[in-house]
């Protein structure tokens, strides 16, 4: 099957964007490379903090009194926004044109930013991230459609390698900045540190963007399938991430299930209906299309769960203060720094399966070779294992948003956008909750028998929750007034029992990894590709 039917009533050849000012051809507004990195700037801000917040989260725990569910709400309340609204910020900017989207975007994430930083409870930190993800999804999307309609198709997987590189690299650079941030100043700084950025993003924007519009972009909303999805998306991921709380088999976790389920089908016999549906399902049609959706969401598990213990094995297990826990993730940064864009230009050589295929088999060694840390690898092994994960990212980042977008018409670029967003959001939240939830269990079932194996004192009723929450973040619960000898066998309890859990959250990544392998051989290249550009010159 090729992905020549995809959408219905879609033009052959779909119309190019129609640029709404002056020619982008000449001077600064609307020029290629300068829309490039005025976007970069906005999106930065964005995949920033879906992980600079990971190296704060200690002394946010800390500093707030919040609990381990708490601390992973700062992350699954960003992830869910923004998967919940992703689709629908990418209609709008269909609909309004991406600039407006975008630069209201910018200016809401730089306010929320500043609101989480001038908070003084976790509640009101959870709050203000949730609306941090909200506008994220309007920028998001935006900034795809805006490369989608400012580059030629010959530049345009240049362009997106070099936009996957920001990404990556902000992705993965995250703990390294907020470590000096956190040791040097203080955690609310890994959030003001969005506002000069967001001013800058946004008086770039106002001066460089050029709003485009497809001669057929949506004029109408699709107000029942956006209140379907919105529910469906939002009863998922909350399912998911309250699964490990509520248990796996609990009434209110399948309640959710099943919400999502009668959600989800009720909005595909809609769009079936609908005149302008908010996402024609003849899209996944595709066969490429819908494999780089499904790309994204187990390269996002594997990615973004692993990555969220990962810090706190370096904290709390090796005793890395933050600046070092970011630094010891500087190979995994330069990897997609370094390979984003070389991607890019293989890609538009050899095409996407095989650079993607690739990379998924570097990630699953990766992920493989994780789980084979322990509580006294040295620094090079780590660097080895991180270096091969950002190898293997780097292509998967900027091949499947290629094969995504490309293999859409022009008029849903941005919902196009939307869609592979939300992929890599629901594969974060997922990630997070389903290997949260391995660790939980592995510390669960090891705890008790290791403390008895060590000699220790049982653990009363009271205590076993306690210490149970505290090991699955590798921090032993010992007290100021326990004896060294004592707290010694604790920590090493803690620590062994963590590792154990890390290690199978790091094998179960691996294995989804490896099953990426295998989808992304269903993957090409766009053949709407050729849309892009609008007649623009470089």
């Known amino acids: 099957m090729t992905s020549q039917t995809t959408v219905d009533k879609a033009p052959s050849s779909p119309e190019p964007a129609e640029p709404l000012g002056p020619s982008p051809s000449k001077g600064r507004r609307g020029h290629p490379w300068l829309t490039l990195f005025s976007v970069a700037i906005g999106v930065m801000m964005v995949a920033l903090d879906g992980t600079i917040v990971a190296i704060a989260n200690p002394a946010i725990k ?69 609306l941090q993800g909200l506008f994220g999804a309007l920028l998001m999307p935006a900034a795809l459609g805006l490369l989608r309609a400012t580059f030629p198709a010959e530049k345009l997987n240049m362009a997106i390698g070099i936009w996957g590189m920001v ?29 000069p950025v967001g001013i800058i993003a946004l008086v770039l924007g106002t001066l460089i963007l050029l709003d485009h519009r497809a001669r057929n972009a949506p004029r109408s909303f699709d107000v029942l399938g956006i209140l379907l999805l919105s529910v469906a998306m939002f009863a998922l991921v909350w399912a998911i991430i309250k699964a490990p709380e509520w248990g796996w088999g609990a009434g209110m976790t399948w309640i959710f299930i099943v919400v999502a389920v009668v959600c989800f089908g009720g909005f595909a016999y809609w769009e079936t209906k609908v005149r302008e549906p908010l996402v024609p399902l003849a899209l996944f049609r595709s066969v490429p299309l819908s494999a780089g959706v499904v790309l994204m969401v187990l390269m996002a598990i594997a990615f973004l769960g692993g990555l969220f213990f990962v810090t706190f094995y370096l904290q709390n297990v090796h005793g890395m203060g933050p600046i070092d826990a970011g630094l010891h993730l500087l190979p995994l940064t330069g990897m997609m720094i370094v390979g984003s864009p070389l991607a890019g230009i293989v ?28 509580t006294d690898t040295s620094s090079l092994t780590m660097s080895v294992w991180f270096a091969m994960l950002g190898f293997g990212l780097a292509p998967v980042m900027v091949g499947a948003t290629e094969v995504i977008v ?100 790091s094998l179960v990544a691996a294995g989804v990894a490896a099953v990426a392998v295998l989808v992304a051989l269903l993957t090409k290249r766009g053949d709407n590709a050729d849309a892009a550009g609008g007649g623009v010159h470089i």
């Open 62 to 130: 800390t500093d707030l009194g919040a609990s381990f569910a708490d601390v992973q709400w700062i992350t699954n309340g960003y992830f869910l926004a923004l998967a919940v609204a992703l689709i629908t910020a990418g209609k709008l900017g269909d609909r309004f044109g991406h600039r407006q989207t975008f630069l209201i975007g910018v200016a809401g994430f730089a306010l929320a930013s500043g609101a989480i930083g001038l908070s003084h409870s976790i509640s009101l930190v959870i709050t203000f991230r949730v």
């Open 167 to 195: 990404i990556g690299a902000s992705t993965a650079g995250g703990p390294i900045l907020g470590g000096v941030l956190v040791e040097h100043v203080n955690w609310q700084s890994v959030f003001f540190i969005n506002v």
């Open 347 to 374: 890609i538009t050589k050899v095409g996407p399966r095989i650079p993607l295929a690739g990379g998924m088999v570097f990630t699953a060694a990766a992920m493989f070779g994780m789980s084979t840390l322990e």
């Open 406 to 505: 490309g293999n859409a018409p022009m008029e849903l670029s941005g919902v196009a956008g939307g869609i592979q967003q939300s992929a890599m959001q629901i594969g974060g939240s997922l990630g997070t909750a389903v290997l949260g939830a391995v660790m939980a269990s592995k510390v669960s079932s090891d705890l008790p028998g290791n403390w008895t194996a060590a000699g220790l004192p049982p653990l009363t009723a009271a205590q076993v929750g306690p210490a149970t929450e505290a090991v699955q973040v590798g921090a032993p619960p010992v007290t100021p007034d326990m004896p060294p000898a004592v707290a010694q066998q604790i920590t090493t309890v803690a620590h062994d029992t963590f590792m154990s859990g890390m290690s199978l959250a």
